[in-house]
């Protein structure tokens, strides 16, 4: 009995365990079934909130976009005085620029530009209210009216630089970008699935929407009417609307909660779009309430409410996955980055701010970075493989630097930008970095050396303007010297200046080449034991039409970096063709001598290099016998086997090759063993030390015994005294080149005075 008894008691005690359970599962489920949508809301709300973010910030990006163009090209605008200066200025940037149109109003209110532009920009509406926009810093962005290339009337976002000229004069750049653009991205589409997007004025009317929008709202001209419309009648809306309209008016950016009429919550968000002029947003997410027939489960039998409770957690459950699958989505759309599979520029932006916060006492470093002459990679192997380099930048990043404080994206092509700890471990954290990549892309077949240009800049604690960091990392990387095997360079106020003389090299150089600014000088080589001329070497300079020059130092190192320096070596070796063919046709009236020309690194690591020499000289009918080619010494550096093989392929079609710069590197004899070489120039500063030094003079002396061995001619270069041609005449040199025999002069002057034959 006591046994029965005592399981009855635990029978009992488990029954009461299990009812009490079931009263507070019934409990929780009406008290979730009422609050459910509360929870919903919330979720979703802070999901679509991070979405209306990214969208502002799609705007935002554009409006600093054009006002990074504008400071770009306002100092080259502003130094032109010829109106047809500024329509090529503003020809080539719509060529090169895509999505964004430019104008430039002068004085007397007239527009410059292409025709195509004028024709377009007469139908602004806003133009003539230019005068009196309220600028900051002499810019400002403002919504405007325009009609585009299919004459159907668009809003957008127009940037506009005041330029006071010296002359006292006011005149005006203005750039353009069509806001449906931005708004057909998807982070617009996909909210225009859950609500309603605009950019609206400050007083309210609508500049630019998404496409539902009007489908929605019955008052087309004003955002604000058009929400108050739809709220309810009572004191609590009211405010809301009130609140909504002072903020904007003040340029409060918030998340507001409105009560509709039809029983419905929503939310509006709103705030101004940064770095505008009376520019705001406003987001209206529709918020349904929860349905009848959940509601009406609440007041049915205890069985249902179990029933009930099981249909919840299923929902529950699905939800959980359904939002984390959406959240993935979300995230891919907006902060991943298909080429390398790491997040992008939109998520470094947002996330480096938050980094900087919460490692307060770790010194940081902004680097922009970009892989050296990688469009070559891609014409090499293709896009697949120059891909998998690109992944790998991002890979090796996240195995080798810290995931928590340091982050790596990329930003567009082959340029990258990252946040590091500036300690004592970073040149070996670089370093392995650096190996890592170059591994992953010899496993993948891929030989290219793998070289990254970087510009470095130190973080202040004070700092939070991520675009200047941004730009300053970058402004450094423009700097480095690509022509050394030094490739990074920290940002100092010597760099700004330094930028700003590349930059106005870099703005002329294209119409400079068109124009013929650039000039084929040559100098005399001597044979010094024979007293007479035995050939020249082909030298660049840049002389304006004005008569005015640019020095080969100020703009040489700035065409290696940027890679002119290609197109430059070519019109230099067709221009040399041209004369050839031009001495040719006088039959005998001048003496034609080998003219040597350089070949730079940049040039040779083009796998079509060969192929683009040999139509040239065929072009022509050239006599390549009359044309050596010079390459710099430390190209083989990390590129022998690449050398090699083209300097092969260049002898091959009978030119004669010669190593520039012999004796300043490290590893000259091992070349020398290794490529077959017709002439060694003998670099200035070696054998100016022979003069002095013994071992000097006996290092030199047997280097040329070993190249006439090795049936190698040689020319020293840089000789400027009778002293020097004596010691090298003693030595057994024969030819030379330098200051004392013929500076570099014009290559018709050139001729005339050391090849013309006398009759």
């Not at 090529?88 to 530009?113: C, K, W």
């Not at 630019?208 to 309810?232: G, V």
């Not at 509601?295 to 939800?319: E, K």
């Not at 080589?525 to 039409?545: H, T």
């Amino acid at each position: 009995m006591k046994k029965g008894l005592g399981s009855d008691k635990s029978i009992a005690f488990v029954l009461w365990i299990a009812l009490g359970a079931l009263v507070i599962c019934v409990g929780v489920t009406f008290l979730h079934v009422f609050d459910i949508e509360n929870v919903f809301e919330k979720e979703m709300l802070k999901s679509y909130e991070g979405h209306v973010d990214t969208a502002v910030n799609e705007v935002a990006f554009q409006v600093n976009m054009i006002r990074n163009m504008m400071e770009s090209y306002t100092e080259n605008v502003t130094n032109l005085r010829a109106d047809e200066d500024i329509e090529d200025i503003i020809r080539e940037q719509e060529m090169f620029t895509n999505g964004y149109d430019f104008f430039y109003l002068d004085s007397n209110g007239a527009l410059v530009g292409s025709e195509e532009s004028k024709r377009h920009a007469q139908l602004y509406y806003e133009i003539s209210q230019i005068p009196i926009y309220s600028f900051s810093d002499n810019y400002t962005c403002v919504p405007a009216q325009s009609y585009f290339n299919d004459d159907m009337s668009r809003n957008c976002i127009m940037g506009v630089k005041r330029l006071e000229k010296d002359n006292g004069n006011i005149e005006y750049l203005i750039i353009r970008k069509d806001l449906t653009q931005v708004l057909n991205l998807d982070t617009f589409n996909y909210l225009t699935t859950k609500g309603d997007f605009a950019i609206i004025s400050g007083n309210g009317n609508i500049i630019a929407a998404t496409l539902n929008y009007y489908d929605d709202f019955d008052n087309r001209e004003n955002f604000i009417s058009s929400i108050q419309a739809k709220t309810a009648d009572t004191n609590k809306a009211k405010k809301q609307i009130s609140n909504i309209k002072k903020n904007i008016y003040t340029k409060i950016s918030d998340r507001t909660k409105v009560d509709l009429a039809n029983g419905e919550r929503s939310l509006v968000c709103y705030g101004e779009v940064p770095r505008t002029h009376d520019m705001y947003y406003m987001y209206y997410f529709k918020s349904g309430t929860i349905s009848n027939s959940i509601r009406g489960a609440t007041t049915r039998s205890f069985i249902m409410c179990l029933f009930m409770i099981l249909i919840l957690l299923a929902m529950i459950v699905f939800i959980w996955f359904t939002l984390n699958e959406s959240n993935d989505v979300i995230v891919k759309l907006a902060y991943r980055d298909e080429v390398t599979g790491g997040y992008n520029f939109n998520y470094f932006r947002m996330k480096v701010g938050s980094i900087l916060q919460a490692h307060k006492e770790t010194p940081f470093m902004m680097l922009r970075f970009d892989i050296m002459n990688f469009r070559y990679i891609n014409e090499s192997y293709g896009h697949d493989k120059a891909d998998i380099v690109l992944g790998a930048t991002i890979r090796e990043f996240e195995k080798i630097f810290d995931k928590r404080k340091e982050l790596c994206v990329r930003v567009n092509s082959d340029q990258f930008v990252a946040l590091v700890a500036n300690d004592m471990g970073f040149d070996d954290r670089y370093l392995r970095y650096l190996k890592g990549i170059t591994d992953e892309a010899n496993e993948n077949s891929i030989r290219f050396p793998i070289r990254l240009k970087v510009g470095m800049y130190q973080v202040r604690k004070e700092d939070r303007d991520i675009d200047m960091m941004i730009d300053r990392a970058n402004a450094a990387r423009k700097s480095v010297d690509t022509t050394t095997n030094n490739l990074q360079a920290i940002y100092s106020d010597n760099i700004v200046k330094t930028m700003r003389k590349v930059d106005a090299i870099e703005s002329e150089m294209e119409k400079a080449l068109r124009k013929g600014e650039f000039k084929v000088f040559i100098q005399p080589k001597w044979d010094i034991v024979k007293d007479e001329i035995i050939g020249g070497e082909a030298l660049v300079r840049w002389i304006k039409n004005d008569g005015s020059m640019v020095y080969p130092s100020d703009f040489i190192p700035v065409f290696e970096s940027n890679g002119f320096i290609e197109t430059l070596d070519f019109y230099m070796l067709e221009q040399l063709c041209v004369k050839l063919k031009e001495l040719t046709a006088e039959n005998g009236k001048y003496k034609i001598v080998p003219i040597s020309v350089n070949q730079s690194r940049i040039l040779i690591n083009n796998p079509d290099y060969v192929k683009n020499v040999e139509k040239v000289i065929k072009r022509y009918d050239t006599d390549v016998s009359k044309i050596q080619l010079e390459i710099t010494e430390n190209l083989f550096f990390d590129q022998k086997d690449k050398m090699i093989e083209v300097i092969n392929s260049l002898k091959a079609l009978g030119f004669d090759m010669a190593m520039d710069d012999f004796g300043s590197g490290y590893s000259s004899l091992n070349i020398l063993k290794d490529i077959p070489f017709d002439i060694l120039k003998i670099d200035k500063d070696f054998f100016d030390e022979a003069s002095i030094s013994n071992a000097s003079t006996v290092i030199l002396k047997k280097i040329l015994e070993m190249a006439k061995e090795l049936n190698i001619d040689v020319i020293c270069e840089g000789v400027e005294t009778q002293e020097q041609v004596d010691m090298l005449r003693d030595f057994g040199c024969h030819a030379v080149q330098g200051y004392f025999y013929g500076k570099p002069i014009a290559c018709e002057e050139f001729y005339e005075t050391y090849c013309l034959n006398k009759k």
